[in-house]
């Protein structure tokens, strides 16, 4: 069965500091990846996407995911983070434009 | 070019009452899939809908329905109401066979 697991429900972090977050997934091959965040109240606003080739993917807003196979993970990175970047965070696998399958989420505190 | 849209934007209904969600896929787009994200989880895959056929379906029960029209729009029906259904309901829409869904902002419904 298709899953993923995203194992820190929170994550503070502060204003600047580096910041990763986990991605752990199940899948029968290797999937299409995706990362998404969320501000409170609104919909799902897509980072960054892995479907082949270099594993290192960047995305908007400074995020990059590095698809690590023999892991089954694709973990989001920023080196810098910024206030702005407060929300939830939610990893996503699908492939050929079926359903997609959410983690649970990670909600992203900064402090300052 | 607008993005996904969805209405009404909140929505109050009382148990074994039925609800209609509305959706317009991002220009271009065909095919619109909806989720229910509940209060601190991911989002639930409902179904899928493409050239105004449910194409895949997640686990839900028939009082979930949809409907896709000509022009792309969807609706996402359900019926009898139960507390467990209050929800963000997310309508995501895609191009045909490509893989990356893009999200409206979602139907806040509450249910009591």
């Known amino acids: 069965a298709q899953s993923v697991t995203q194992p820190d429900i929170h994550i503070t972090v502060s204003e600047g500091a580096s910041l990763e977050l986990r991605c752990n997934y199940s899948y029968g091959a290797t999937p299409y990846l995706f990362w998404y965040v969320q501000s409170p109240g609104q919909g799902l606003q897509l980072l960054l996407k892995?479907?082949?080739?270099?594993?290192l993917v960047q995305g908007i807003k400074g995020f990059e995911a590095e698809f690590k196979r023999s892991q089954s993970s694709f973990n989001l990175r920023k080196p810098s983070v910024h206030w702005s970047d407060a929300a939830e965070y939610f990893c996503a696998v699908g492939k050929y434009g079926n359903k997609l399958v959410f983690g649970a989420g990670t909600i992203l505190r900064v402090k300052s | 070019d607008a993005g996904v849209t969805q209405s009404p934007t909140h929505l109050i209904k009382t148990r074994g009452q039925q609800v209609t969600l509305r959706c317009s896929p991002k220009?271009?787009?065909?095919?619109v899939s909806w989720y229910q994200q509940a209060l601190g989880q991911g989002p639930q895959f409902i179904f899928q809908y493409y050239e105004e056929e449910e194409r895949q379906r997640g686990n839900f029960p028939d009082r979930f329905s949809g409907h896709q029209f000509p022009n792309y729009s969807s609706e996402l029906n359900v019926n009898a109401l139960l507390l467990g259904d209050s929800a963000l309901y997310l309508c995501?829409?895609?191009?045909?066979?490509?893989?990356?869904?893009?999200f409206g902002p979602g139907t806040r419904l509450t249910v009591l």
């Open positions: 892995y479907f082949s080739g270099d594993t």
């Open positions: 220009s271009g787009h065909d095919t």
């Open positions: 995501a829409s895609s191009l045909p066979g490509q893989d990356t869904q893009y």
